[in-house]
C-alpha cells in the first residue's frame, strides 16, 4: 500500500513542470583562455546561463533541487550577466569567488559527485586565485588580465 502511494506521488510530482532555462547572455566575462576553461568546467552550470541540464534534472523531485541550486548559484554570481554588473558589483563577486576558493566550498562536493571533472585541482585553484588577484589589484572591472 505504501509503495503504491509513494509510485502515485512520484508519478504526480512529474506533472509539475520547472523552468529549466537559460535566458540570454548581457555581456560575458571575459578571462585568460586557461580561466574560462576552468570556470566553463566547474562553474558555469550552476553560475551562468549556459547550464547544461542533466537527465536528473528533468526528474522530480530532483529537478526541484537542482533548478534552486542554479537560481541560487546565478544570483551570485552569473558570468553570463559580467558585462552587466557594476564595476563595484563585479569586485564584491571577485570576493566571493575568493572566498570561496580558499574555504573550498565551490565546486560543492554534492556537484563534484554527480561531475567528477568539474573538481578544481591545486593547480587549477591558484590559477583561479592568481586571476582573482590580478582582477581585483589591477583591473576594477574584473574583465581580462
Known amino acids: ?9 512520484f508519478a504526480v510530482a512529474q506533472l509539475k513542470p520547472v523552468g529549466l532555462t537559460n535566458p540570454p547572455s548581457n555581456g560575458e566575462l571575459s578571462a585568460p583562455s586557461e580561466v574560462n576553461a576552468i570556470l ?12 547544461r541540464w542533466p537527465w536528473y534534472s528533468h526528474v ?21 550577466q559580467w558585462g552587466g554588473y557594476y564595476p563595484r558589483t563585479r569586485q564584491r563577486k571577485l570576493e566571493w569567488m575568493r572566498r570561496a576558493l580558499e574555504d ?25 586565485q592568481r586571476w582573482i588577484e590580478t582582477a581585483l589589484t589591477g583591473n576594477a572591472n574584473g574583465q581580462s588580465q
Not at 1 to 9: C, D, G, T, Y
Open 1 to 9: 500500500m505504501i509503495a503504491a502511494a509513494l509510485a502515485v506521488a
Open 40 to 51: 566553463r568546467r566547474s562553474c558555469y552550470d550552476c553560475h551562468s546561463n549556459q547550464t
Open 60 to 80: 522530480a523531485p530532483s529537478s526541484w533541487m537542482v533548478l534552486h541550486d542554479v537560481e541560487r548559484g546565478r544570483k551570485e554570481v552569473n558570468f553570463s
Open 104 to 128: 573550498r566550498v565551490m565546486p560543492p562536493e554534492s556537484y563534484t559527485l554527480m561531475h567528477p571533472g568539474a573538481r578544481l585541482s591545486a593547480d587549477d585553484r591558484a590559477r583561479l
